[in-house]
């Protein structure tokens, strides 16, 4: 009777042990709504693991698109994230809970590449610090906004498509490496050692890095241009990879 009763035993905590486990997973921080080409992602010593729309992706991973591929993320909030090719985002940190505003966070990190991000609830409702889109030469707060990222650089990514005034050209006739933003809408904060500085709806500029401060520019480089060919992603609703192919 006692060997049974033991058994009995480990077998409810082993089945308490994964109900718990199975509560406690995190809820996903945004899911793949439109994947084109080849699109990964991975967290810490985890094999990458290839996005098709519909996939889930949790804090810490990092978003990888590689040459003639994209995608675009809708957050749990509401909130999109559309990646051009040979970019690379990590997902730093995202909490959303429609009862408690206080708890919000969404923060990303464009490690190569670029990005267009229209923010959902989080860049609506709560301070302006919950919301934050960093990169190696400043972070972007905003406060409900659409807006546009693109690094430039050995390192960062190849710009030779945008146009940019000749003041930010370099000798082989390339954009200068760092930041380029434009704001489509609402407002942003540009914010790394030298301060904070605001960019409004219809205006450009310039970073070069983290101790530099940024500079306007005259005219958008062409970032709104590069993102108008990702308009049929919010169309985008069959299942598995390439569901566009552009």
Known sequence: MGAAMNRLA???????????????????????????????????SQAPRVLAVGSDLFDGETVTTQ?????????????????????????EAFHYEEQNP???????????????AVTG????????????AKSFAATIGIRGTDFILRLCGPDYGDCSDLKVPASHTGGDGLPVPGLYFTVVEGSISVTNA??????FAGQSGYVADFNTAPTPLVDDPELIKDYEVFSSFLNCTESGIGCLVQ
């Open 10 to 44: 480990l077998c409810v905590l082993s089945f308490l042990i994964v109900a718990w486990g199975t509560s406690a997973q995190a809820a996903p921080a945004a899911t793949a709504i439109g994947v084109s080409g080849t699109v990964s992602a991975e967290s810490g």
């Open 67 to 91: 040459e003639r591929s994209k995608a675009r993320l809708e957050f749990a909030d509401g909130g999109l994230v559309t990646l051009r090719s040979n970019s690379r985002l990590v997902i």
């Open 102 to 116: 206080e708890g919000d966070s969404s923060v990303v990190n464009l490690l190569k590449g670029g990005m267009r």
């Open 121 to 132: 609830k989080v860049g609506h409702r709560s301070d302006s610090e919950a919301y934050q």
């Open 194 to 199: 030298t301060g904070t500085q605001f960019y």
